[in-house]
C-alpha cells in the first residue's frame, strides 16, 4: 500500500524566507522517502533590519505578511496536511519579533516558532545526512545563515558536538562580527577537530549550493579547497554589479556570497580539511523531518 502525504516547511531566517513543501512516500516493509516538491525563496533579508537597529522594519513586517499569506495560499493548492514554521537569527533578537509573530498569526493564522540557535542546529543535524556521508569518516557540518552558522562535528555516522555561532552573512556584510568571534569559532573548530587526521567539511546553505552548481560537479562528489579560494578570489575582482550583469549572480545572492565563503574557507582552514562536501538540505529539511517523526511517535503512543 503506497500512501503520498505533503508537508511543508517554513524556514524565516535573516536573509531569505523559504517555503519547502515535500512529498512524503510511504510504504509498507520500505523506509518513508522524502521528496522534495516545491521551494519558494523570498529575499526578504530581516537580518539588515535587526542587526542595525534591533527591531524589524514597518516595511518587512507587511513584506513578510504578504509572503506568509502567498505561502498559506500555496500550502491550500498543494494540500499541504501539515506545516510548521521556524524563525531564526534575526526575529529572536529582534526587540519586536514577539509582535510580528503575534500579527501573522492573526492575519495569516500562520503560527511562527522562534527557535534559540542551538535547537536550530540539532534540527538541521537530525535530517538524515547517512545517505550523504561515509559512515567511516570525519565531518565538520556547515550551515551559513544570515545571522548566524551552526556547526556539528559527525564522526563515524554520530554527533559528537554542535553549535551555533552568531557569524553570519548578513551581519558580516553591516561589519558585525567581531575578532573575538572569529577568535572563538576557530578555537572550537581546532578544538574539536584536533584529534581526528583526517577531516571534510560539509556544507549546507544557498550560497554553497551556487557555487556547487557553478562548479559543474556530479552530486557527490566534492569542491576543493583550492577551487573554493580561486573562485572566492574571482568574486572579490568583481563588483557588486559585476557579479550580478557578468557572473550571473540573483542581487540578493551577490553580495552575501563573499562573506559565506570567508566563513566555509575559514571552518575548511581550522579544520585542515581539504574537501567540501555539498548534500544540498538545510532547516527546512529538518522542519519537514521533525513534523514526520513526531507524528509517527504521538500516533504510536
Known amino acids: 500500500m503506497l500512501s503520498i502525504k505533503k508537508y511543508a516547511a517554513i524556514d524565516i531566517g535573516s536573509n531569505a524566507v523559504r517555503l519547502l513543501i515535500s512529498n512524503i512516500i510511504e510504504q509498507k516493509g520500505k523506509p518513508v522517502q522524502f521528496k522534495k516538491n516545491s521551494l519558494v525563496r523570498v529575499p526578504i533579508r530581516l537580518g539588515a533590519d535587526v542587526f542595525v537597529n534591533n527591531k524589524i522594519s514597518k516595511e518587512n513586517t507587511q513584506r513578510l505578511l504578504d509572503t506568509m499569506l502567498a505561502f498559506k495560499l500555496l500550502m491550500k493548492s498543494h494540500k499541504v496536511v501539515k506545516y510548521k514554521a521556524c524563525a531564526t537569527s534575526a526575529m529572536r533578537e529582534s526587540t519586536n519579533g514577539k509582535q510580528v509573530v503575534d500579527l501573522i498569526l492573526k492575519n495569516s493564522e500562520i503560527s511562527i516558532d522562534i527557535i534559540e540557535g542551538e535547537e536550530e542546529a540539532a534540527i538541521i543535524a537530525a535530517t538524515d545526512l547517512n545517505s550523504f556521508i561515509d559512515a567511516s569518516k570525519t565531518y565538520l557540518y556547515v550551515d551559513v545563515g544570515g545571522g548566524s552558522t551552526e556547526f556539528t562535528i559527525i564522526h563515524e555516522g554520530k554527533q559528537i558536538a554542535s553549535r551555533s555561532f552568531k557569524i553570519g552573512t548578513v551581519r558580516l556584510l553591516n561589519d558585525m562580527v567581531s575578532k573575538e568571534a572569529w577568535a572563538e569559532l576557530e578555537q572550537w573548530i581546532k578544538a574539536n577537530t584536533k584529534e581526528y587526521d583526517k577531516i571534510s567539511v560539509l556544507g549546507s546553505g544557498g550560497n554553497i549550493n551556487k557555487i556547487f ?56 582552514k581550522w579544520s585542515g580539511a581539504k574537501n567540501i562536501y555539498v548534500p544540498k538540505i538545510g532547516l527546512a529539511d529538518g522542519i519537514i523531518k521533525s513534523i514526520y517523526f513526531q507524528t509517527v511517535s504521538s500516533n504510536t503512543q
Open 213 to 268: 552548481k557553478i562548479s559543474n560537479k556530479a552530486l557527490g562528489k566534492p569542491l576543493t579547497y583550492f577551487y573554493l579560494t580561486t573562485y572566492y578570489n574571482l568574486l572579490q575582482s568583481y563588483s557588486y554589479e559585476e557579479r550580478i550583469t557578468e557572473l550571473d549572480l540573483n542581487q540578493d545572492r551577490a553580495d552575501v556570497i563573499i562573506p559565506a565563503m570567508r566563513i566555509y574557507l575559514s571552518s575548511m
